[in-house]
């Protein structure tokens, strides 16, 4: 039990002076001057450096030191609030001249001790005062100190008792461990550890049992948490206590505190470390905190620093991290390196002690494994290397090596690159090294060591074989001690078992299973042999598990035994588990393995020896009872031999299967040889392919196409024991290209081709064909033509080369390419320079190859020949819009090129018009043109080999206005006669003419009736009596039609003709009706996407209005749907039929007498 007292602060006074308060730079410095005004050079006392406050552990030592300034030199004294420090024995206070420091010691601290102290500096012109508070952790419980403390806590207010709830003791507290007792720093650390490093803390203190120490931990964690929640909000960032790169160790965490005032603690080793935050630089330990973050410092480490460091708030441990310091120095230091830019540094040290990996730093900050550093490490780890890749200017610095709390440092200095101008390229060379043969350095340290090994073995050996000591007459013999315990055993069942203790003196001792005594009997036999004790068990059954322990004196050890027998498969299971599981590619595989359940019982699966993961396209599950495996989308990579194994701590099981994963083979093993060819037979050889997709070849199919040609056709297959082919059916000459793919049941492999095509027979080549003759030249294209040759040497000619060549050069172009021969025996060379002279020469083109040239032609210019001008495809007519413009293009061939003129009515243009020449065409161009513009334009060409003119009538108008009032007069019955003003247009367009349209009242639709009528009147026929008619006159020309001008109607009683009766009375006919349906609508079946049409056929007068339904919604107003009524057939049209088009189909009709309907449905097939 440890108590924290904790002084009680007060406020200080100057002592029997009264003056005038001052300032001081140094905060919580108050200064009393006892003069207003000061002589000139004297000053009142002032600190420049304060003591500090401190918290330290009782037993240790104490001191506070000030620095304290004024002239003349002030006198400075140290009080305390609520006591005497006159005794020299428990303070002593000091002064050093060389460093102008005043301390004030206390050696031994005691927990009566913690109180105010002030420093008193005092002059003649002033006072300065400080105030500083110790608090000392009072360690161990004093009786007679426990039962004063309620009164301490009631009349002392700054006494604290604090109890610390850690189990890590210091070393005056801590009590002899029991046998099996588990140290408390493994639960400490593993508390504070992340779960990867569990099993190595585990290893490191003995423990095996990783299922119980899981559940403890767990349990531990829970009440650890807690306690933290009363002080700690939040914990997180924990950061193992490791060297850093300035040669100091440090430990950190982010912790938020409830109260802030919370007092934070540290220990090493429980004892707790005194440090203070504001002389953090001074001390050798410091906490610093900035925000969240605590971050504990140690400097000048030495081994004594090793130990468990634990960080505690109010007495409840927050963070335990271990430090451990190996015995390791530099044989070999780093050595300052000088590089040129861009060159690679080298760092290297030698260690005296193997170290598996150190840590490098470079200008404080830690190094690690990359693109710009590379460590590297011999393999007896003696050798230490830090490479520095690509050396900039700004890489210069001091790098340095940290083993353990040993560093060693040196200089980077980086010259830049004396090229100038260009960026300069990364160097091969390595600057830097330590100067020494570091190898032979290292190899001598090694066998040092090995050495050091050596004689520690001897030394072991032969105080083994030494004869023991003769006995020492004791007056009281030695306490029994167990020297070699027991720990827990897996034995095998049927198996003997033995279980060994052994003691330091010789004597009897009890054994125990599980709590009872156990002696002989029953298979099991316990007997002494010097300082051993043994049980024996002759056969381990499962009733022989249990807790065995051994007792001797007030010492006992103990140890777990379970006897259990290696994991079973049953026969049937492992029977039908040993068949192969035989897949398609991209089907999935499953494999299933049921087994007896047991604890401890690991499962895994394998491939061909490698063990299965689960992750990706492999599923593993496992059960108590049975485990399954699982391809998905098998590949041929997946298939092979599949174990399962079944391991507990007595031993493994395992069972063997086989996964077969079935495709098309692999293409046949190339490249293909060529056995034999002759002008009749090509025979090729392969071998067979090297995977065969998990079934066996059946036969082997061979494919041929001949060069220069894109078919390919099957020529022939073979069984799958024959690897070659004879062709037989082959041209003398000519060259093929052969594929062959493998079969197998599951399908046909990939191709494997021939590189190079193979010729039948020797390579024969075609004669000379005859010399090209031009037949003509242009400047664009020059017409060759020539003979085929006369000796083809027995081989089809395919088609011919064609070369052209420039003149005084002497290179041959070829203008189309062996494998587009052509195929005629003439040819348009276009691609020619207008003004160039050329030769030609052809060869003949057969299955082997181009043959021999013929002879070059006659020198050829590409140039036009001498002709009379003449157009080509001119236009004699256009009609303009008025106001747009006006371009006539007329292209022409003449040689040399002629001289252009246009006319305007045999009359010179008009400076508004535009005449633009290039060469073989003419425009003439009217930017905006009038109907004056009209007129017959002529175009005249002209040069030496004669003239050509050409006429374009252009005619510029603009839409006609509409014509004059209509009259109608019926000269006749059956007759009329329509008369109409003229357009205002017809004198000024002689193309102008009238259109004239009709409508009745019957069909109510408008049809033209005379069309180009270049008079004023039209006599309309077939005009019957009880039918209004109306017509439209509309003038038309080259640009469309006028508006049109109506007529007034014409009907019953409407400027009629008498007609003689000749005395017979006529009867009124009536042809007014309801609707009424002729021809129904029939049922349509058609497809998804296809065309519908619908009609059906209905009469009525006056005309019925039509409507479509469609489920009984009107449809007439849907875009997806064409309706027409033609003289009363009725049609509905839908160009893509649609699901949704599915239904009953409905027409409806009326008029003013009565209404008709029908319906159909309509089916859309998917």
């Excluded at 950061?239 to 950190?252: L, R, Y």
């Excluded at 040196?410 to 390595?430: F, I, Q, Y």
């Excluded at 060469?919 to 007129?935: C, F, H, N, T, Y």
């Excluded at 020309?1037 to 014409?1050: A, E, Q, T, V």
Aim: hydrophobic share 35%.
């Amino acid at each position: 039990m440890s108590r924290f007292r904790k002084s009680k602060e007060a406020d200080g006074t100057a002592v029997g002076q009264v003056g005038f308060k001052k300032k001081s730079k140094v905060p919580g410095v108050m200064i009393t001057q006892f003069l207003e005004t000061l002589p000139e050079g004297k000053t009142h006392p002032d600190f420049t450096r304060k003591p500090i406050a401190l918290t330290i552990q009782e037993g240790k030592f104490a001191f506070f030191k000030a620095i304290v300034t004024g002239d003349p030199k002030p006198t400075v004294t140290w009080v305390r609030n609520n006591g005497d420090v006159s005794d020299t024995s428990i303070y002593q206070a000091k002064y050093d001249p060389n460093s102008d420091e005043h301390t004030f010691e206390m050696p031994n601290v005691q927990p009566e001790q913690a109180d105010t102290y002030k420093c008193i500096a005092v002059n003649e012109y002033g006072q300065a005062f400080v105030a500083v508070v110790l608090n000392v952790i009072e360690v161990g419980f004093k009786k007679n100190k426990a039962l004063e403390q309620p009164a301490e806590a009631t009349n002392e207010n700054f006494k604290t008792v604090l109890k610390r709830k850690s189990k890590i003791r210091p070393k005056s507290e801590k009590t002899e461990r029991k046998d099996g007792e588990i140290d408390p720093k493994f639960w400490e650390l593993l508390m504070s550890a992340e779960k990867k490093d569990y099993e190595s803390i585990c290893a490191e203190y003995g423990i095996t049992d990783f299922r119980w120490m899981l559940k403890k931990l767990n349990e531990m964690k829970r009440e650890r948490e807690e306690e933290q929640a009363e002080f700690v909000k939040n914990l997180s960032g924990l950061k193992p206590i490791q060297v850093t790169g300035d040669g100091s160790a440090s430990f950190e965490l982010n912790m938020d505190l409830l109260e802030p005032s919370s007092h934070v603690y540290i220990y090493k080793d429980g004892e707790m470390v005194p440090y203070t935050q504001d002389l953090g630089e001074k001390m050798k330990h410091s906490l610093n905190q900035v925000g969240r973050k605590f971050v504990f410092s140690v400097k000048d480490l030495l081994p004594d620093d090793a130990g468990l460091y634990q960080l505690d708030v109010e007495g409840v441990t927050m963070f335990s991290t271990e430090f451990k310091i190996p015995v390791v120095d530099f044989l070999v230091k780093l050595q300052e390196v000088k590089a040129i830019e861009r060159e690679d540094a080298v760092f290297e040290c030698v260690l005296s002690n193997p170290f598996s990996k150190i840590q490098w730093f470079g200008k404080n900050l830690p190094l690690e494994q990359g693109d710009k550093f590379d460590i590297e490490v011999s393999e007896d780890k003696l050798i230490h290397r830090l490479v520095i890749k690509d050396c900039m200017v700004v890489d210069k610095g001091i790098y340095s090596a940290c083993a353990g709390i040993k560093t060693c440092n040196a200089w980077l200095l980086v010259e830049p690159d004396k090229e100038k101008g260009k960026k300069s390229v990364r160097k091969t060379t390595r600057a830097g090294g330590s100067g020494v043969d570091l190898l032979q350095v290292a190899q001598e340290q090694q066998a040092k060591l090995e050495k050091v090994k050596e004689e520690r073995k001897e030394q072991i050996k032969a105080a083994q074989e030494a004869p023991p000591p003769p006995p020492v007459v004791q007056e009281k013999p030695p306490a029994p001690e167990i020297s070699g315990g027991l720990s827990d055993v897996y034995a095998l069942r049927g198996t003997p078992l033995e279980l060994t203790v052994t003691i330091n003196v010789e004597c009897d001792g009890a054994w125990f299973k599980d709590g009872e005594p156990l002696a002989s009997g029953g298979g099991v036999t316990i007997f002494k042999e010097g300082l051993t004790h043994k049980v024996q068990i002759a056969s381990a059954q499962d009733d022989d598990s249990g807790v065995y322990r051994f007792t001797v004196g007030e010492h006992s050890t103990q140890g777990k035994v379970t006897v259990g027998g290696v994991p079973e498969f049953d026969p049937d299971e492992l029977h039908k588990f040993s068949k192969p599981v035989v897949v398609r590619v991209g089907q999935n595989a499953a494999f299933k393995m049921p087994f007896p359940p047991s604890e401890g019982l690991m499962v895994s699966w394998f491939k061909d020896g490698t063990e299965i993961k689960d992750g990706g396209g492999v599923k593993i599950l496992k059960e108590p009872n049975h485990s399954r495996l699982l391809f998905r989308d098998c590949l041929r990579t997946d298939a092979g031999e599949i174990k399962i194994q079944l391991k507990n701590p007595f031993g493994a099981v395992e069972a063997t299967s086989r996964l077969i994963v079935l495709d098309r083979p692999g293409p046949p093993e190339g490249p293909v040889e060529t056995v034999e060819t002759t002008s009749t037979v090509i025979e090729i050889k392969w071998s067979p392919p090297k995977d065969d997709g998990g079934s066996a070849v059946t036969h082997y199919i061979i494919e041929r196409q001949p060069v220069n040609q894109s078919l390919w056709t099957k020529v022939g297959d073979v069984t799958a024991d024959r690897t070659t082919y004879r062709d037989r059916n082959v041209t003398h000459g000519k060259k093929y290209n052969y594929r062959i793919y493998a079969e197998n049941p599951e399908g046909m492999s990939d191709a494997l081709e021939t590189t190079d095509s193979i010729m039948a027979g020797v390579l024969i080549l075609s004669g000379p064909p005859g010399t090209p003759t031009v037949v003509s030249a242009t400047k664009t294209c020059i017409h060759l033509t020539w003979t085929p040759p006369e000796d083809t040497r027995g081989v089809p000619i395919v088609g011919y080369l064609l070369e052209k060549m420039k003149k005084d050069t002497n290179q041959w172009i070829a203008i189309n390419a062996v494998n587009e021969p052509i195929e005629d025996i003439k040819f348009a060379v276009k691609d020619v320079t207008e003004g160039s002279e050329y030769q030609f020469r052809v060869s003949a083109i057969n299955e082997s190859g181009a043959g021999d040239p013929s002879p070059p032609s006659d020198m050829v210019c590409a140039k036009n020949p001498n002709m009379r001008p003449c157009f080509k495809d001119p236009l004699d007519f256009m009609v303009v819009r008025a106001g747009n413009s006006v371009r006539i293009k007329m292209i022409y061939e003449a040689e040399p090129p002629p001289q252009i003129t246009w006319l305007k009515d045999d009359e010179p243009l008009s400076s508004w018009i535009n005449v633009i020449n290039t060469e073989g065409m003419s425009q003439l161009v009217i930017p905006s043109s009038k109907r004056s513009d009209s007129a017959i334009y002529t175009i005249t060409a002209k040069n030496s080999m004669g003239e050509a003119s050409f006429d374009i009538e252009v005619r510029v108008t603009d839409e006609p206005k509409s014509p004059g009032p209509v009259e109608i007069e019926q000269t006749v019955h059956g007759k009329l006669l329509l008369s109409w003003e003229p357009s205002p247009d017809q004198e000024l367009d002689d193309r102008l003419y009238y259109v004239v349209s009709q409508s009745d009242s019957n069909n109510r639709m408008w049809k033209n009736v005379s069309d180009r009528l270049f008079t004023n009147s039209y006599t309309a026929l077939n005009i019957l009596p009880g039918i209004e008619y109306h017509f439209r006159i509309f003038a038309k020309n080259d640009m469309g039609l006028s508006d049109p001008s109506l007529s007034p109607p014409w009907g019953v009683n409407s400027n009629r003709v008498p007609i003689a009766t000749n005395g017979l009375n006529s009867t009124e006919v009536s042809f007014e009706r309801p609707p009424s349906i002729l021809v129904p609508l029939k049922v349509h079946t058609p497809p998804n996407g296809y065309q519908l049409f619908m009609t059906c056929a209905v009469r009525g007068c006056p005309i019925p209005n039509i409507s479509w339904y469609l489920n009984n919604v009107c449809i007439n107003s849907d875009n997806h749907y064409y309706m027409t009524n033609s003289f009363g057939v009725c049609s509905l049209y839908i160009l893509r039929v649609r699901p949704k088009d599915t239904g009953v189909y409905k027409v409806v009709a009326v008029n003013s007498f009565g209404q008709a309907e029908c319906s159909t449905k309509l089916i859309v097939k998917e």
